[in-house]
């Protein structure tokens, strides 16, 4: 049973920075493309960031130049660096992966708020 579990999430002041993590267990990391996902009440959720098993990235318009998203194949986990946040980026992250043609693991989600 694949199990994703993240981490990292809290309560920032606008232009910091947090790293979420993204625990993988019980699967095929290696071969998995991961993404980074969010979303806020009312709202779809939105693509924030890809990485390939190649390692390969994909950023939101909306995210780059601030995001970046790394994983540690060792420790088959995915991350999700944030800086320069800003309140919009205030929303419930979750960690999707799985084998390219079939993402269908998510995580519980984890909660970031940016606010002074």
């Known amino acids: 049973q694949v199990q994703l579990v993240e981490s990292g999430g809290g309560l920032v002041q606008p232009g910091g920075s947090l790293r979420l993590s993204c625990a993988v267990s019980?699967?095929?990391?290696?071969?998995?493309?991961m993404n980074w996902y969010r979303q806020t009440p009312g709202a779809r959720r939105e693509l924030v960031a890809a990485?390939?098993?190649?390692?390969?990235?994909n950023y939101a318009d909306f995210v780059k130049g601030r995001f970046t998203i790394s994983r540690d194949n060792a420790e088959n986990t995915v991350y999700l660096q944030m800086n320069s946040l800003k309140p919009e980026d205030t929303a419930v992250y979750y960690c999707?992966?799985?084998?390219?043609?079939?993402?269908?693991?998510w995580g519980r989600g984890t909660q970031v708020t940016v606010s002074s």
């Open positions: 999707n992966g799985g084998l390219p043609s079939i993402l269908k693991y």
């Open positions: 019980g699967g095929l990391f290696r071969a998995y493309t």
């Open positions: 990485i390939t098993s190649g390692g390969s990235t």
